[in-house]
């Protein structure tokens, strides 16, 4: 019985090897942050290394992202990331969510919640371990970046207006 699940488990391991899984490689930049935001080298290396996999067009997939089923795993976790903030499309938001995904950059980073330590874990990504200084580049960049929108933009036009409640 042991012998004949776990063949029955190595053919659907097999199997499932042919079922792809969408890839985030479009590198699609047209409304890029990079397009109205300042970027200095500094943070830009910063961004590379421990947000772009999974908050722009472009992730550089390591080799085990071929094999399933972390390859929907991985999928699934750049989607959600890119849900949340999507650096490659981030100047098509209106400027007030552009404002709010920047105090959104500074909340994560100072709490240590981004990046995950799921990105991390066994040695995965070290560039992406950030140190105290980049934590603080990440938060002066993204704090210079809403006092540039608080000087161009009418104070009303920063502020994320609230929604209704559902009508019931």
């Known amino acids: 019985m042991l012998k004949k699940i776990s063949i029955g488990l190595v053919v659907l391991l097999v199997l499932i090897q042919f079922i792809p899984a969408e890839k985030n490689e479009s590198n699609d930049t047209e409304f890029d942050v990079t397009k109205s935001y300042n970027v200095p080298d ?12 999974c908050h722009t067009n472009l992730t550089r997939y390591p080799w085990y992202s071929n094999v399933q089923p972390v390859k929907y795993i991985l999928a699934d976790h750049v989607n959600e990331g890119k849900e949340h903030l999507n650096f490659s499309s981030f100047t098509k938001l209106p400027i007030a969510v552009q404002n709010h995904k920047f105090e959104e950059v500074i909340e994560m980073v100072e709490e240590k919640e981004m990046p995950l330590e799921s990105y991390t874990y066994f040695g995965l990504h070290p560039e992406a371990n950030l140190s105290d200084s980049d934590r603080q580049v990440l938060v002066d960049w993204a704090k210079a970046q809403m006092a540039m929108l608080a000087a161009t933009y009418p104070a009303d036009s920063l502020v994320m207006k609230r929604r209704a409640p559902p009508a019931e």
Do not use: E, P, R
């Open 42 to 53: 500094n943070v830009s290396m910063i961004l590379k290394g421990a947000c772009n996999d």
